[in-house]
């Protein structure tokens, strides 16, 4: 077992060459799952189009597989990172990708952030160390983020009463 962090003794090491194969497999994982719930749940509706429930459920399902996965393959043993234990892009991309969850509201979209990564342990762990690692620049950039969905849960909840 050779850390991902050491040189396999060619032009790449161990560790770049482990991160591009998280990048290729982000595309047609995690981002497929979580971009396509978000439409289905969150962003047809403002854009005029027509949400598809059997494509939102199709895409949590593809969703739950891809945070799975995360929690068990990229994440699995002492690595704190999906690179090792240091951050990475790939980190910063599956995060990002990942927060837009919170746009979710349980009452209304049946389901919300907390509820999709209660199951995985380590990404939520994860989630907190990509966070930190990268504050304070990580909070402000998801302050435009935090800032519509907290509108849009204050929306959801006066429609509610």
């Not at 990002?96 to 209660?118: K, N, P, S, V």
């Not at 950039?141 to 969905?149: K, N, Q």
Request: charged fraction near 20%; proline fraction near 3%; charge should be neutral.
């Amino acid at each position: 077992n050779v850390p991902l962090d050491a040189a396999s003794g060619g032009g790449i090491s161990r560790r770049e060459a482990y991160v591009d194969s998280a990048l290729h497999w982000y595309h047609s994982t995690l981002r497929k799952g979580c971009a396509g719930f978000m439409f289905h749940k969150v962003l047809a509706k403002n854009l005029g189009a027509q949400p598809v429930e059997a494509i939102a459920a199709d895409s949590k399902l593809r969703l739950s597989h891809a945070l799975k996965q995360l929690e068990t393959v990229w994440l699995h043993g002492e690595n704190r990172f999906v690179g090792g234990r240091s951050m990475c892009v790939a980190d910063l991309l599956f995060a990002c990708e990942l927060e837009q969850l919170q746009m979710l509201h349980r009452a209304t979209d049946g389901t919300d952030m907390e509820e999709i990564l209660h199951p995985f342990p380590n990404v939520c762990r994860w989630m907190s160390a990509v966070a930190s690692s990268a504050s304070p620049v990580y909070g402000e950039v998801h302050a435009i983020l935090d800032r519509a969905s907290q509108r849009r849960h204050d929306n959801l909840n006066k429609s509610k009463l």
